[in-house]
Each structure stands twice: as structure tokens, then as C-alpha cells.
């Protein structure tokens, strides 16, 4: 066979897989699902690049993302097209996602220098003939697979944070929004110019589940995985192969508390907008609502009102879009006739509002604690809405799911002391998911939500491994550590540490 010939043959035995608009099912790209080869070759490359980046000051590294963070901003309306042309979400969407990523992209290479940098700490009074300091030195490189959902905005919490503290990064998108990931990588290697051609430390794998896989099992130092707490549980168990440490940021089943005293007008506008935007496929969305008896009625009205004026369909300024995940369409149904067959009404929409590849709104009221409408991730546009005698009481309920991401408070007395309260990685008071929007802020959850950090100090910190230094500066009245020590050493030291921490 001549050498056309075995390459032609091995071009036909790539599997490749398509990239879709879910409004029209129109292919949007096509792409190869790598193979682990491909996925190690991937790995080698970024691991190559690592060293040339890692080599760089935190300033000119910045200077880097600066350079990328302009030319998304440049070819924004490109991004934002491409987001909601693969996503089906609407523009409106689409742009705050691009606006969230460059903020965060900002961010963490303006304060990677600050926060892992190296500084000073005390010795304490036993070594005072030290002095003391802590640096990061980056892991090397780190394994990011993206979500669907946000394309940009949640993958950017990983990418831009790993690279920012020194580490390459090999990136698989969701196998729903490749186009996506190709972008930010391309544009990446774009912004660095000749040294982007040759060796980015921005790496992208496309593929489905066995492409991850094929990440897990890699030569990475780290692996940061968005996603179900399902599909985490496989990521964890394969990355546990090789100890690989894992950053898990997984589903939610958030919380939203309507106290007796909220202003009800902002807080059912609030309601409602995280319940309903980007069609309820939001991981910190809103999916169960708990609302004091005194005020539930009112509260019910404004959210009936507010929901019945939403426009659903493909159109670019369409509140609500499609269901990006088929597959979605079924676990909405699901829990929707649960619902309403374990006793809830269905005081907008039911199960006739799934209407593949769309979800009309759906609020349900009333509904039992146990079914699965309010102990499951239902990832669409579907609102729980259940009446509690006190705000006690709706904080134990929000406790009681094994989810714990974010939640959110209306109340003017009693905010604060109820976000204390509440089991949760992130909590807003009296406005619909302001910790996305704030870079300084880490985002992450706890239990079946996952664990570790993205964003703010905490974000940058999961990408860098701390090293402590300790240096003598002279030698020391009392040495301890010597087997030549006089005899008397140790019975000094103990009065010295009775005088120094008795009180």
C-alpha cells in the first residue's frame, strides 16, 4: 500500500462527531473524537509549553492575557454569535457569558502576582533566628473539562486561573460546544503570536466521554472537571488511577428564600430571571423556592405574572431558548409529572410545555419535600414554590438536599443571619447570583455539589502548590535539634514556652 493510500485509510477510521444548533439540528462543525494517543500527544505538547511559561514573570504572563482578554473583546459579537448559534441560547445570554469570562480573565492575571507571590510570614518567638516565607510554583500542567451550559464563562474559571499562576492547560469542551473551545484556544494562540504557533500552553482535546476518560488517565498534575455529581463520580475514579487531584464543581439544586419582610417585587423578579435564564440550565439556577406563609400568595402572583410574559423559541431576543442536551428534555418531564402526581400544582405550564426542543416555563406549588421535582437536579425551566411557616424553617428544608452550591435570601432583617445559617459554598442577599459576577469571590460547593475552589485568591491557589522557606539568620541561643546539645537545653526551652504561652 503506498503511503496516500495508508494515510487516506487512516483519515476513514477517525471517528468524528458533530457539533449542532439545537434550534435547527443545522451542523455547525465536525470534529475528531481523539484517541488516548491523541490525548497524550495533547498532554506532551502543553507539558513542553509549560516550561516556557512557567519560566515567565507573573507581569509578562499577564501581558499575555491582557493581549487575549482585547482580542476577545474585539471579536465579541463573534463569540457571542458562536455561544448562542451552538448553545441555542439567546443573545442576550450569550453576551453576559462573554462580558462574565473577560471580567474573570482580567482578574486573575491582574492579582496572580499577589496572591502567589512570594511573602513574608512570622517565624514565631521559638525560631526568631529565622526568617519565614511562602511562594507557589505552579503544578505544570492541568486538565480542564468544560460544560455545555457556559461555554466561556465556566471553563474561563479554570483556564484563566491555571494559566495565570503558570500552568498549561489542555482543554476539552463539551463535546456540545466544541466550536466554542476551539475558539478561545485559537484566539489564545493568537494573542501570543509566534510563540502561540509553536508551543501555547493552551492545548485543546475535542471527543465525548472517552476523550475524558483518556484526560483522566494522562500524564496532568491536575484536573479540573465541571459537570453532574454523576458523571464527577466516574472522573474522580478515573483520575484516582494515578492520584491525579481533582477540582469538582458539580450539579445544584439551589435554594431560594422568601422571608416575611422581602421586598416581594424584586425578590420574584430575581426569582424568576435565575430560575428562567439560559432556560434553567444553570447550575446555581434557581430550582426550589421557600416562601414564609404571610406573604406566599402575593409572592405566588408576581412570579405567575412575571413568567406568563416570558417569550420561549430560537429567536435571537427570545427570553427563554432550547434545551442544548436532548437528553435534558427527558429528566424535565420526569420531574414535572412527579410533581404534579405526588400533589403540586401547576399554577403555569405542566408536562404538555415540553415541547422537544423546547421547555415552556413551569411553576409548581406545594409540592412534597420528597419527590424528585425538589430532591433533583432538574437543570430547565421549571420552578418549585413551597410555603413555610417561619424562615427557620425554610432554611432547614434548603439544608436538607444533598446538593450545596449557592442559595439565595430576601429578607431586610434577617439576610445575613439566615446566609450563616444556610450550607452552601456561595450565598446572595437580597439579589439573584451577584458571587458570579464578583472575580474577588471563590465558586465552588460543598457535598454532592463537589469541593475546591474556582475564582478569587482560592481559584488561583488550586493551580499552584505553596513551598515554605525557612532561612537561619544566626545561630540560635537554645538548639534543640542537635544531638551535642548541652544538657540544661531542654529544660530551658520548657520554661521559655511556660512563660511565652501560659497566658
Not at 53 to 77: M, N, P, V, Y
Not at 344 to 361: D, E, L, M
Not at 458 to 469: D, I, M, Q, T, Y
Request: hydrophobic share 45%; charged share 20%.
Amino acid at each position: 500500500m503506498s503511503t496516500d493510500s495508508a494515510e487516506k485509510s487512516a483519515l476513514i477510521d477517525i471517528e468524528m462527531f458533530q457539533s449542532l444548533d439545537p434550534r435547527t439540528n443545522d451542523v455547525i462543525a465536525e470534529f475528531p473524537v481523539l484517541s488516548p494517543q491523541d490525548v497524550e500527544e495533547a498532554v506532551a505538547n502543553a507539558r513542553s509549553a509549560a516550561t516556557w511559561w512557567g519560566s515567565l514573570t507573573f507581569s509578562a504572563r499577564a501581558r499575555h492575557l491582557k493581549h487575549w482578554r482585547q482580542l476577545i473583546l474585539e471579536r465579541f459579537d463573534e463569540l457571542a454569535g458562536l455561544i448562542s448559534h451552538e448553545t441555542g441560547k439567546p443573545m442576550a445570554d450569550a453576551m453576559l457569558e462573554v462580558v462574565l469570562g473577560v471580567d474573570h480573565l482580567h482578574w486573575a492575571g491582574k492579582n496572580a502576582k499577589r496572591v502567589l507571590g512570594r511573602r513574608h510570614v512570622a517565624p514565631g518567638m521559638l525560631m526568631f533566628n529565622h526568617t519565614a516565607s511562602v511562594e507557589y510554583e505552579a503544578l505544570g500542567v492541568v486538565g480542564v473539562i468544560g460544560p455545555w451550559n457556559y461555554p466561556v464563562f465556566t471553563p474561563m474559571g479554570s483556564i484563566a486561573y491555571a494559566l495565570s499562576a503558570g500552568n498549561a492547560v489542555v482543554f476539552k469542551p463539551s463535546e456540545f460546544t466544541t466550536k466554542v473551545g476551539q475558539w478561545l484556544v485559537d484566539t489564545f494562540a493568537e494573542a501570543l503570536g509566534d510563540q502561540g504557533r509553536h508551543r501555547s500552553p493552551l492545548q485543546l482535546i475535542t471527543g465525548d466521554g472517552r476523550t475524558g476518560n483518556a484526560l483522566c488517565q494522562s500524564d496532568i498534575d491536575k484536573l479540573a472537571f465541571t459537570g453532574s455529581s454523576a458523571t464527577g463520580k466516574r472522573v474522580m475514579s478515573a483520575c484516582s488511577d494515578r492520584l491525579i487531584p481533582v477540582l469538582m464543581e458539580c450539579g445544584g439544586k439551589d435554594a431560594f428564600i422568601v422571608d416575611s419582610d422581602a421586598n416581594l417585587k424584586s425578590a420574584s423578579d430575581a426569582a424568576v430571571w435565575g430560575a428562567m435564564a439560559n432556560a434553567g440550565q444553570t447550575c446555581v439556577g434557581v430550582e426550589r423556592i421557600y416562601v414564609v406563609d404571610s406573604v406566599a400568595d402575593r409572592f405566588i402572583d408576581l412570579v405567575v405574572d412575571q413568567v406568563s410574559k416570558l417569550t420561549v423559541g430560537g429567536e435571537p431576543d427570545a427570553d427563554i431558548g432550547p434545551i442544548t442536551m436532548p437528553a435534558q428534555l427527558a429528566i424535565i418531564e420526569r420531574h414535572v409529572k412527579d410533581g404534579m402526581r405526588s400533589g403540586g400544582q401547576a399554577v403555569v405550564g405542566s408536562a404538555s410545555s415540553i415541547r422537544a426542543p423546547y421547555v415552556k416555563p413551569v411553576v409548581l406549588v406545594d409540592v412534597p419535600e420528597d419527590a424528585s421535582t425538589v430532591t433533583e437536579e432538574t437543570f430547565g425551566p421549571v420552578i418549585v414554590i413551597n410555603r413555610v411557616p417561619s424562615l427557620r424553617v425554610a432554611v432547614e428544608r434548603a439544608n436538607a438536599s444533598r446538593y450545596a452550591l449557592g442559595a439565595t435570601v430576601f429578607s431586610k432583617r434577617n439576610g445575613v443571619r439566615a446566609a450563616q445559617d444556610l450550607t452552601a459554598g456561595m450565598v446572595g442577599i437580597n439579589s439573584i447570583l451577584p458571587y458570579a459576577a464578583m472575580p474577588s469571590l471563590p465558586f465552588g460547593g460543598v457535598g454532592g455539589s463537589g469541593f475546591g475552589r474556582i475564582h478569587g485568591a482560592e481559584g488561583l491557589r488550586e493551580f499552584a502548590r505553596p513551598k515554605s522557606v525557612a532561612h537561619r539568620r544566626f545561630p540560635p541561643l537554645l538548639n534543640p535539634t542537635s544531638f551535642s546539645k548541652a544538657q540544661w537545653t531542654m529544660h530551658a526551652l520548657k520554661t521559655l514556652v511556660r512563660v511565652l504561652y501560659r497566658w
